[in-house]
């Protein structure tokens, strides 16, 4: 069944609301809500139901239940790295022993690697650039927007430059099912012509250098250079430091090996190439990349608790306490994906992504089909918060258009994927957005609101290049 405009209706006002009230929770639920009530036939009551089933739902794919697991024992690899010192160690190591990383700056460029190498994957590269960086960064006090930020710019942004995962065999396939030949070799011609993903990875760094930030971000710098505060205070706590609690409390520093940081986190990212090297049977591109990060983060939680009670840091009591409590300050992030998840189900079913693509069809010409391919790519992606979900629709609409304009096609897909990735990159109904925030410690909607402006710039930048290489290529 089609529902017309109806389709857009959720995922706006979705959007709008996160805006607005600054309330993910709310957003999703309605959004989710109007969705049922829409493919439900107008009844609030089968719709309110429906909604609590679509949640229950989310569980029911091993996928998801992997990466809500993930999230809640890294919350509590984290807190045991914090409270056994391995985190001051480590910070301590890079900073003053070996003088690796020096500077706010030098942080930065630190983490911005880390998600480079990190390309297999847009969730394992938020979850390992995020628990990696983030001592780092809280030491020499970078702002959670902006780790926020750079984690999020180097996840599937990276992926799509980097297809040697998943991603490419998926982007080979949606070019395969619509015709065309040697999808491979025009998957590589489009990895130059990705504007937008090429334009936000780059960026990061020269911002980095530079040292010019704008709009919320600048303000979010400005208050952690002189507060010291890492996140935006909110009504009844202060914002976090990396020397006081978000109730203002003094922490109690400890200082220990960088050993009990680095093993655990070593082990962890040894075991997710490991893993995903053994399940590919030898090839790490087929690899199954949610069992292998279920497997390095239980190995890492499992090697960090040996090493505590060994070296009498914790009592096995403690051990399992920190693990609960770590757990627990992960509840939040993983409900709001749970939500995040149901509303990307249910746009499905309301096909708004093949509604979009419709509409905007008719106003299609040759020379400008690249540049407003990318802007309903965007449009699209940012309304569903998916990038794999907006290619599959876009593809089938891009590529025959394309073909029959006598277009070139490497162009046009570069246009799909930098388009899917705006919205995944940008969107406040987008998983990455939550994942980066989880291993950052950014307030979800002080991360989308300073980092817009930034990714709206980088769009507008890439659709005029799209403009420009529509008349010349």
């Known amino acids: 069944m089609e529902y017309g405009i109806l389709s857009v209706i959720p995922p706006v006002t979705a959007i709008v ?3 607005l009230f600054k309330n993910v929770f709310l957003a999703l639920f309605t959004g989710t809500f109007l969705a049922l009530i829409i493919v439900g036939g107008g009844n609030p009551f089968l719709a309110l139901n429906a909604t609590f089933t679509t949640y229950i739902d989310v569980f029911k794919d091993g996928a998801n239940v992997i990466i809500f697991i993930t999230l809640m024992l890294l919350g509590a690899l984290i807190l045991m790295m914090e409270q056994s010192g391995g985190i001051n160690g ?3 190591y890079l900073t003053n022993k070996k003088e690796i990383v020096k500077s706010k700056k030098g942080a930065g460029i630190f983490t911005w690697i880390i998600g480079l190498l990190v390309f297999t994957s847009g969730t394992l590269s938020c979850l390992v650039t995020g628990a990696v960086s983030r001592p780092v960064n809280d030491a020499f006090e970078v702002p959670h927007e902006k780790s926020a930020f750079i984690v999020h710019t180097t996840s599937t942004p990276v992926c799509v430059l980097i297809p040697l995962s998943g991603w490419g065999a998926y982007m080979i396939g949606l070019l395969e099912s619509q015709g065309v030949e040697n999808a491979t070799a025009v998957l590589i011609k489009s990895i130059p012509l990705n504007f937008y993903a090429i334009i936000a990875v780059l960026a990061i760094p020269i911002l980095i250098i530079i040292g010019k930030d704008f709009g919320l971000m600048k303000k979010a710098e400005e208050r952690a250079e002189k507060t010291g505060q890492l996140d935006e205070p909110k009504e009844g706590k202060k914002g976090y430091s990396p020397t006081s609690t978000s109730s203002g409390e003094e922490k109690v520093e400890k200082t220990t090996s960088a050993a009990n940081l680095g093993v655990p986190l070593l082990i962890m990212i040894s075991l997710i190439i490991g893993g995903m090297y053994v399940t590919g049977g030898g090839n790490i591109i087929e690899g199954d990349g949610y069992r292998a990060i279920l497997w390095g983060i239980v190995t890492a939680v499992f090697v ?3 090493m505590y009670w060994k070296q009498k840091i914790f009592t096995p009591k403690e051990i399992l306490d920190k693990i609960f409590e770590g757990s627990g300050e992960m509840l939040p992030m993983v409900t709001i994906l749970v939500f995040a998840f149901g509303m990307g189900s249910v746009t499905g079913q309301l096909g708004t992504g093949e509604y979009l693509g419709n509409a905007f069809s008719s106003i299609l010409t040759p020379a400008l089909l690249p540049a407003l391919i990318f802007i309903l790519g965007q449009l699209i992606s940012f309304s ?6 907006t290619m599959a629709v876009m593809m089938p609409l891009a590529i025959p258009m394309a073909l029959a304009m006598g277009v070139n096609v490497p162009l046009v897909a570069a246009a799909v994927w930098g388009g899917s990735i705006f919205g995944d990159h940008s969107s406040p109904i987008s ?8 291993t950052t410690g950014c307030d979800p909607i002080d991360h989308i609101k300073s980092q817009i402006p930034y990714t709206l710039t980088f769009g507008a930048v890439a659709t005029i290049l799209y403009i420009v290489a529509g008349f010349i290529i």
């Open 90 to 92: 480590f910070v301590d």
């Open 304 to 306: 960090a608790s040996i």
């Open 384 to 389: 569903t918060g998916t990038s794999m979900g």
């Open 17 to 19: 609301l996160a805006l």
């Open 431 to 438: 998983d990455s957005t939550y994942l980066s925030c989880s």
